[in-house]
């Protein structure tokens, strides 16, 4: 199951779409260390099929295709010296494709307000979480500048965001027009 992205419609898409194609050509989309060779070659173009026909979930789907995910990754020893190899969590593509697809999902919402002329988008919960964090549940319901944010999620690309939406993987939360 995936997001619910209440904005997600024939507006949005195509302002999604422009966004990818921005990181694209800026050579500034993310593409994860859990992807393959094979899966990082071919991230963009699943990640456009997804924003102009699909969902977080069908692109999730995708990844988790054979020969996309690395099977294993290289993490920080628990002594804190050195590293350690670990299997990348079956969750893996959910997480990743979650996360990206809602960050264009997020810039094509903040784009379309702009053009609305609202300045502000509203935090929501888009998908249910068993134990959601503090800062999640506190981010709820609030109004948040429309270019602030869609300059953020720019800026920083496949990392936290000093706005913090959306607030770390598997948060659940996105932004909707007001």
Same mark, same amino acid.
């Given at each position: 199951?995936?997001?619910?992205?209440?904005?997600?419609?024939?507006?949005?898409?195509?302002?999604?779409?422009?966004?990818?194609?921005?990181?694209?050509?800026?050579?500034?989309?993310?593409?994860?260390?859990?992807? =393959? /060779?094979?899966?990082? @070659?071919? !991230?963009?173009?699943?990640? +456009? #099929? /997804?924003?102009?026909?699909?969902?977080? #979930?069908?692109?999730?789907?995708?990844?988790?295709?054979?020969? @996309?995910?690395?099977?294993? &990754?290289?993490?920080? #020893? @628990?002594?804190?010296?050195?590293?350690?190899?670990?299997?990348?969590? +079956?969750?893996?593509?959910?997480?990743?494709? &979650?996360?990206?697809?809602?960050?264009? !999902?997020?810039?094509?919402?903040?784009?379309?307000?702009?053009?609305?002329?609202?300045?502000?988008?509203?935090? !929501?919960?888009?998908?249910?979480?068993?134990?959601?964090?503090?800062?999640?549940?506190?981010?709820?319901?609030?109004?948040?500048?429309?270019?602030?944010?869609?300059?953020?999620?720019?800026?920083?690309?496949?990392?936290?965001?000093?706005?913090?939406?959306?607030?770390?993987?598997? =948060?659940?939360?996105?932004? @909707?027009? +007001?």
């Amino acid at each position: 199951m995936g997001l619910n992205l209440v904005n997600l419609d024939t507006q949005t898409r195509p302002l999604m779409l422009e966004e990818i194609d921005r990181d694209v050509k800026a050579q500034k989309l993310y593409i994860s260390a859990r992807l =393959s /060779a094979t899966g990082a @070659r071919d !991230y963009s173009d699943l990640l +456009i #099929a /997804a924003a102009r026909d699909h969902d977080d #979930a069908w692109l999730a789907a995708e990844i988790r295709k054979p020969g @996309r995910l690395n099977p294993t &990754e290289q993490r920080k #020893a @628990r002594s804190g010296f050195g590293v350690t190899i670990a299997k990348v969590p +079956i969750t893996a593509a959910d997480t990743m494709a &979650e996360g990206e697809f809602n960050r264009f !999902y997020i810039r094509g919402v903040c784009r379309r307000a702009i053009a609305d002329g609202q300045s502000t988008v509203t935090i !929501y919960r888009a998908k249910s979480v068993m134990n959601p964090r503090l800062e999640s549940v506190q981010l709820e319901g609030q109004s948040i500048n429309a270019q602030a944010l869609l300059d953020d999620l720019r800026i920083h690309t496949g990392i936290d965001t000093v706005l913090g939406l959306p607030p770390g993987p598997n =948060s659940g939360l996105s932004a @909707r027009l +007001i």
